[in-house]
Every structure is written in structure tokens, then in C-alpha cells.
């Protein structure tokens, strides 16, 4: 039995490491896929190595991306410090997909696979996207955020000098009355972080007389 020594480092520089048994046949089975993840605008390292293995080929879903150290196609942020490993720098979300290692090996393709999932931080919108909204007081409302990161967010609604919340989810609607008026903050979070979107209001309301007797 020969040992097939796969090394993964990533962000934290974690080390995964699996043995490949060969058989007496023609053909070998790969390894199940390893699923990783990676902070965005961090550093990841592939290790793909073999005593054997003179060439080893890296490839982006069905794409080739390096033959041993001559890289094919991929963003300039792609590069191959040694035979074996692919590192990305900057890693982005559309770095995400599965990566293959692959070494022949006798006529044997031994295949390594790799599904990167890189993090991102909550990215808010507003609707209406306005630095001041003004309302009248009776009418009816609907504040909107969206927000898109891995994993998915948490949205939950705020509005100023209130420690609780007032909403959870993409929308709240208001009944507008003189107590609207104020600040109103969506917040976005995930295990990666928080981003928060901002509502200023202004209330029009009728003048009230109070008859004094």
C-alpha cells in the first residue's frame, strides 16, 4: 500500500490529510470531496502531493487551471509557489466552486476534490434609498433592506433610543403618526460580521389646538 498525502492550509492554515488506497486493479478510487471555507480577502493554500507524482494538475470545476507549475488560465491572483500547491490571494465569493487536484500515477489519474466556500461579510441596501424621507402623518408605510453574504444574514429592525427591536426579516410597515419620526436601523449580521442600513424620517403632522376653558 502507498500512501497518498493530501495537505490543505487555509486561513487558520489547517492541515487535512488522507490515505488512498491502491488496488491491484487498472483503476483507483478517489477520496470523498473535502469541504472547506475561507474568510473573504484571505489567503488560501491547496497542497496536492505525491512521492511519486512528477506533474500535478489543478483544475477549477471543469476548467484546467495549472500544469505543474505553469499556470493555464484563472485570475491573476492564482499562483503556484511549488508543484502541488494552488494558492489564491485576496480569495473573492466567486472564487467558490470545487477545486480537483489530479496525478497519474502508472496510468492511474489519482484525483483529489476540494468544494472552497469563502465567507463574506453582510452587504445592506435600502428601500427607499433617501438620505431624508418625509411622511405624512396617517399614511401607511413599508421600510425595506436587503442583504446579501455567506452564510446567509440575520436582518432585524431597530429604531433609535428603543433597546429592543421592532422587526425582524426584509420589511417593516408603519402607520405613520407624530411618534414616527426618527431613526431606523436595519441590521445585517452573520458569523463574519454586522453591516447596517439607515432611515431618517421626518413627520408632516397637522397642527393640534388644545381649547383651554
Sequence with gaps: MRSFLFLLISAGFAELSMDLKQSRQSSVKSPPMQNITVLEGNEANL??????????????????LTVGQKIISGSSRLNVPANGVLRLVEVRKEDTGLYTCQVDKEGNVLKKRYFLEVLTYPVVQTFPDEDLLVYEEGEKIVLRCSAAAVPNPLLVWYKEHQSDSIGNGLSIEIEVDKDTEGVYRCEASNSVGKAVGVFKIKVKYRPRVQIVQ
Excluded: E, G, I, S
Design 47 to 64: 497542497f496536492c502531493t505525491h512521492q511519486y507524482a512528477n506533474l500535478v494538475v489543478w483544475l477549477y470545476k471543469d476548467r484546467v
